[in-house]
């Protein structure tokens, strides 16, 4: 089923308050074998003038797909989930996300186009301190597949 | 890393090794638990050749010889890619992942960074960008 092309322009409530530990940062840089010292060790972050330790650039997709997973669930966008393709992904960090942060992912579907009997949709979201600074900005593309592919 | 950065600089290429291990330990820190990403069986089931690994984890990966290059992780302000192709992990012996970068442009204090990430010879990342905060020492 192709996806409704309405749900573009809508945007979702923010995700809950999700807070950046140094244990996930740790567990997620060895997990993508990132080995700078500044996503382990305080005292190396704090020499580079980061408050505490900072996560890798991918680290954000944690958090954005908190927000994203509101467009799984709409109804009316009529996304099937086991049809899922991850197509794009991209982040712009106006600063990196340092343990104890505190941020919510707000999502806003850019865009549902119909291409080769497939449904491809962008969205855009945005991580947000309890202040209002914007952190990371993150675009994705996923594709569900149609039923002839 | 010393001296003058500008375009056409050549970072450092490396070699990537992914197992089953690699997945799982990606799936547990990244929450990702897709069934595609462990489970021989049921990725053949929806046509793929096997398990494949988390295309956040090639991208998560294929960044770290441009950190270790910058030196400094933070200093990536913007990456963005395409996953083209699928990296297939079987059981035996894993995959390699071949990445290089190279810097296209710079202005002032940043840098502009074209990825390139490869499995046996098939371009698993297209259109992989990073725009980089170069240090002091590193600008002309």
Redesign the interface.
């Known amino acids: 089923m192709a996806v409704n092309p309405e749900v573009a322009g809508r945007t979702y409530p923010p995700s809950a308050p999700y807070v950046v530990s140094r244990a ?1 940062i740790a ?2 840089a ?7 010292q ?2 382990f060790d305080p005292d190396v972050a704090r020499s ?1 003038g ?1 408050a505490d330790v ?1 996560a ?3 680290f954000a ?2 958090i954005t797909q908190q927000g994203d997973r509101h467009v799984m669930n709409d109804p009316d966008a009529g996304i099937d989930y086991s049809r899922l ?12 996300l340092v343990a104890g942060d505190e941020v919510q992912a707000t999502t806003t579907i850019e865009k549902v186009r119909q291409a080769g009997g497939h449904s491809m949709v962008t969205m855009g979201t945005t991580l947000t301190t309890p202040d209002g600074e914007v952190v990371t900005s993150s ?1 994705s593309v996923v594709v569900i597949r149609g039923d002839e592919a | 890393m010393s001296g003058q950065i500008e375009a056409g600089t050549v970072i450092p290429s490396r070699t990537i090794h992914v197992d089953r291990a690699t997945l799982v330990r990606y799936a547990g820190a990244s929450g990702d638990f897709n069934t595609i990403h462990w489970d021989e069986q049921f990725a053949r089931s929806v046509g793929l050749p096997d398990v494949i690994a988390h295309g956040m984890w090639t991208m998560g990966a294929a960044i770290q010889p441009v950190v270790d290059w910058l030196g400094d992780a933070g200093r990536v302000t913007a990456y963005s890619v395409r996953f083209s192709a699928p990296v297939p992990v079987p059981h035996d012996g894993g995959a390699d992942i071949e990445v290089g970068a190279a810097v296209t442009s710079v202005d002032g204090d940043t840098a502009s960074i074209d990825i390139t990430a490869t499995c046996d010879g098939r371009k698993v990342l297209a259109r992989a960008r990073a725009t980089v905060r170069l240090a002091p020492s590193q600008i002309a």
Not at chain 1, 86 to 95: A, I, P, S, V
Request: proline letters at 9%.
């Open positions: 996930k567990e997620f060895r997990a993508v074998g990132a080995t700078d500044v996503h580079r980061y900072i890798p650039p991918t997709v944690m393709v991850h197509g794009e992904q991209g982040f712009e960090h106006h600063r990196p675009t």
